[in-house]
């Protein structure tokens, strides 16, 4: 199956300004975000992109539009269910204000009992199982198009790359808090026909490793890498 690069759009205003964004309108990259992305390319550079899959929401679009600028053969498909999760009522509040709401605790400790308030809420196991959704079809169009070694481009949001992660490494997401994104870093995982591999999470570095090797330790059998595994050459 193919290794998917999921990436955080970079920092947004809402994240300097300290609100809980969701599907807020406005929300842009901030001055360092744009920065941020402007470097995508060079990061990306020596990964055979197949395709890529942004969410819908302009935070999302304006991260990878240096990278689209860089390759103009690499075909961008907008899906919703990789967009921000629905926060209902919480969208727009600041984080500071939301940290004395009996459900903050609910989020941080037991998220899969969690469904934020209002008629536009969603639980976050909703928000996980369409998230998942979307990369076991895109997985399976990707491998189908371009074939079971392709790489291919996500880009999406903390919560859903986190609640992404916690699925390919087996965990409940009552463990997802556990995991971290920062802006516009790189989460790789690997597919295969028996299980996921995790193989950056939050990369704010160099990604030549994740190009494909002709001795590629997790191949088709699914094994691990007794060891760890060499790394890039």
């Not at 997401?173 to 870093?185: A, G, N, T, Y």
């Not at 597919?191 to 002709?214: E, K, N, Q, V």
Request: proline share 7%.
């Amino acid at each position: 199956m193919p290794t998917l690069i999921l990436i955080r759009h970079g920092r947004s205003t809402a994240n300097t300004s300290g609100v809980l964004a969701g599907w807020a309108p406005g929300v842009t990259l901030d001055g360092r975000g744009l920065a941020q992305a402007a470097g995508l390319p060079a990061r990306l550079a020596e990964l055979p992109l197949a395709t890529a899959v942004c969410s819908p929401l302009p935070r999302c679009q304006e991260t990878l539009a240096p990278l689209v600028a860089a390759r103009p053969d690499l075909r961008v498909h907008t899906d919703e269910r990789i967009g921000e999760c629905h926060y209902g009522d919480w969208t727009g509040r600041k984080l500071a204000e939301l940290a004395g709401e009996p459900m903050m605790e609910v989020v941080q400790r037991h998220p899969s009992a969690a469904e934020f308030p209002g008629p536009d809420g969603e639980t976050m196991r909703g928000m996980q199982n369409r998230a998942v959704d979307a990369v076991r079809d895109w997985n399976a169009r990707v491998a189908a198009e371009h074939g079971e070694d392709a790489l291919y481009v996500m880009c999406s949001h903390g919560d859903i790359i986190k609640s992404l992660v916690a699925d390919a490494l087996g965990m409940h997401l009552d463990l997802f808090q556990r995991i971290s994104v920062e802006p516009c870093s790189v989460t790789a995982i690997r597919y295969t026909r028996l299980r996921p591999f995790l193989l950056r999470l939050g990369d704010t570095g160099d990604l030549a490793g994740l190009a494909p090797r002709p001795d590629e330790e997790q191949g088709a059998s699914g094994d691990a890498a007794v060891g760890g595994g060499a790394g890039a050459p």
